[in-house]
């Protein structure tokens, strides 16, 4: 019997993304026959006794405390990053040059220009690279995107999106890196960058933004005395899509009670469609068809076997968690190597940077910035 071959992995970061995509990997085989083995080959983090102990409980066959160890080596496939947004090129950039596939956790960058020369370089070098919107993964979203490609809820007028967490309520929550803008990026791309993919797959390109931010909380306690905060805590927009619909989209940190909850909606010309994180294995729909006296939502199952992901999970009423997005998206990324497509890419990535900057960039000078005012400031910078 021939062994399975391997899909030799290196991720770069052992906090929370480290450990789920480590997740992602091992039970993949478990789900699915899959045409290779993924393998975390080594693990790279900066503090030695933190990693290799990350790299024991996570089964990665070794760890560095080097990254760029990790990029160059031979029997390293895939470079998957799992630092903070302000890594994520450089990194990016390095693994691309050592012809590496890349894998990087979202956004891709803490500005478009980061975004973009991260997009450069793997286009460059023409290297396999996918980002980490791993709700895309979710059965029920999923299966949200392909009724409203499917007609199911008509042309597409208003699309809304929340993002409520309440991690950054305390004001003696210590400083670190997500308050930082330069590491961290801002909330709206930390937040908001899930549920701008989310919109631009299921809806298209945005057009124009109209963007409010606020910071509540300016200060944050260290070890050196009390440092700033140079991201928003709360930002909230209006969009206009290219095809003509409108949409809202709020994130937050300073929900209080509120731990990560994201709803996104959709109204279509002949039905609504609705997803709400708390409840993840369901969808509500609204048929503009049904018999009035029926009026009101049905709520969707979202694990029968025709519906998206359903081969890859448990049987029908068990549900899924956030976890199986990491497995999901394993066995996509394995199941299309070497040659098929990996989505969402660098490319959709790039997009969603847009989006954040220009409402960055709304919200800073309180004022309507279409999106072509990011894109072509980095287009008319390039040789
Ligand atoms: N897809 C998702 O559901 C999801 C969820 C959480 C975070 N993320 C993204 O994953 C990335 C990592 O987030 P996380 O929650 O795993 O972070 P974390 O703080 O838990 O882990 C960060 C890792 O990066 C390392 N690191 C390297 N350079 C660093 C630096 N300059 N400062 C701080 N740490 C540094 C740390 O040692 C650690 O191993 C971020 O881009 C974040 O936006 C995605």
Known sequence: ??????????????????????????????????????????????????????????????????????????????VDICTPPGTHAEIAEAAAGAGKAVLSEK????????????????????????????????????????????????????????????????????????????????????????MIDMALWMVGPVAEVSAQSETFIRARPSPTGDRRVTIDDASSALLRFEGGARGTIEMARLAVRRPCDFTIEVNGAKGTLVFDYPRLNELLYGDAGDDPGLYGMRRIRAEHPGHPYAELGWPIGQGIGYGETFVNQAVDL?????????????????AVQAVCDAMELSAAQRRWVGIPEITETVSRRRP
């Open 107 to 194: 956004p891709l960058g803490t500005s478009y220009a980061q975004a973009h020369a991260a997009w450069a370089a793997v286009s460059g070098a023409g290297v396999r690279n996918a980002i980490g919107f791993n709700y895309r993964r979710l059965p029920a979203v999923a299966l949200m995107r392909r009724m409203i490609a499917d007609g199911v809820v008509g042309d597409v007028r208003l699309w809304r999106g929340t993002w409520l967490s309440d991690e950054f309520t305390d004001p003696a929550t210590p400083f670190d890196w997500r308050f930082d803008r330069a590491m961290g990026g801002t909330t709206i791309a930390d937040l908001g960058s899930h």
């Open 1 to 78: 019997m021939t062994a399975t071959p391997e899909l030799r992995i290196g991720i770069v970061g052992y906090g929370t993304m480290g450990r789920a995509h480590s997740y992602g990997y091992r039970v993949a085989p478990n789900v699915a026959p899959l045409p290779m083995r993924p393998i975390v080959k080594l693990l790279s983090g900066r503090d030695e006794a933190a990693v290799a102990a990350a790299a024991a409980s996570y089964g990665a066959e070794a760890w560095t405390t080097n990254w760029r160890d990790l990029v160059e080596r031979d029997d390293i496939d895939v």
């Open 334 to 350: 394995v199941r299309a190597w070497p040659s098929g497509a990996w989505t969402p890419s660098f490319a959709d990535g790039l």
